[in-house]
């Protein structure tokens, strides 16, 4: 098994290097915690200065496998206007890029507690490439013979709607395309649809339903669908499946209502299945601070 395994993880950071590209958009299981990596609108929904960090680690036990890391802060200012700055690091095999970007919403009442967010993107990704530590069948091939270091300017768009129970957001989360040469890959816009509510079911209890669909052009869309119960406002339960990929579960507490803590756990159904014995996990913890006149934490909150 574990030559099966090294063999499997050369094949994998072969084809990353051929296929690499410079703003390729990681997973997230916990896409509806972690709405501002995918929809510039949502900074400042949580109507508190919000801090959130993430870590996923994508098919444990395989080399070259693909690490994620994000930290999002985000905060009303004034009346409607809304900022948030967001970081991420993305590693797959021999690649790492790390991006920064600042988030700029503005917020619509439009009574009844409905909500309507334009939010816009703007940033650098700082991409490195280390093709030259990847070991080849044929010695001194000319495209892994060099390293790649580029600063990249990256924009994005989004809106986002929501209400008690119920949100919907659109978005482009990365406008600027990038061909790093000729050998190599290019980025691809991806679009995202993401929609999720609250049913209460009886007191003390409600279903959390959410749906991400991501689309890239030249690829094939992928859409995910999770189910959470909630139990007394404090421990969330779920399961979810992501088309191409696998499927999981998930598991949150909140304590109290300013922080929650979640896991999850990824099982995938292509090939990956045989040599990924560990599958891949995320950890997330998110507090949100009351700060400001603008602040308010309110309890229960579902997204």
Known sequence: MKTIRHIFSIGLLLTCSLLVRAQQEPLYTHYMYNTLAVNPAYAGSRDAMSFL??????????DGAPMTQTFQIHSPI???LNIGVD???DKIGPTNNTGLNLNLTYRFNLGNHH???IGLKGGLDF??????AVTTTESNDPLYNQNISRTLPNAGVGIYYDH????????VPRIVEHRLNSGLGESKRHYYLIVGGFIPVTPGFGLKPTALLRV???TTAQAEVTLEALFVNRISVGGF????DGVGGLLGVNIGPNFRIGYSFDWPLTELGGVNQYGSHEIMLRYDLKFGRMAKIKSPRYF
């Open 53 to 62: 960090a993430l870590g996923r680690f994508q098919w444990v036990g395989i």
């Open 78 to 80: 004034v009346a409607g």
């Open 87 to 89: 970081v991420v690091n």
């Open 115 to 117: 909500r309507l967010a």
């Open 127 to 132: 991409f490195n490439s280390n093709l030259s």
């Open 164 to 171: 008690t129970n119920f949100y919907l957001g659109l978005s």
């Open 216 to 218: 890239a052009e030249g």
């Open 241 to 244: 499946y992501r088309s191409l």
